[in-house]
């Protein structure tokens, strides 16, 4: 299984939904988020703060936009 399997498998028992109103791009993006916000953990179990989870949010958003690092991102989404 790979990370973002793994994220999706974690999303699943949380029952999240991701982000309302985003591209299918984002989504991973989303469930990312929205388990460092739910768990204040990593996968590995790692403590996150929120800062933290929204700085990789950004990140993690902007490494799909067509634009890259000169888009925004915003974590107003979740």
């Known amino acids: 299984m790979d990370y973002w399997e793994a994220i999706r498998a974690r999303a699943k028992e ?4 991701g982000c309302s109103r985003v591209t299918s ?9 929205d388990i460092y916000y739910r768990t204040g953990k990593t996968l590995n179990g790692k403590e996150i ?4 989870a929204d700085k990789i949010f950004r ?3 902007q490494s799909r936009s067509i634009f890259k690092v000169f ?4 974590t107003k989404l979740c």
């Open 14 to 17: 949380l029952q999240s939904d």
């Open 25 to 33: 791009m984002y989504l991973d993006c989303c469930l990312e988020h």
């Open 49 to 52: 703060s929120r800062e933290e």
């Open 59 to 61: 990140e993690c958003m």
């Open 71 to 74: 888009s925004k991102g915003t």
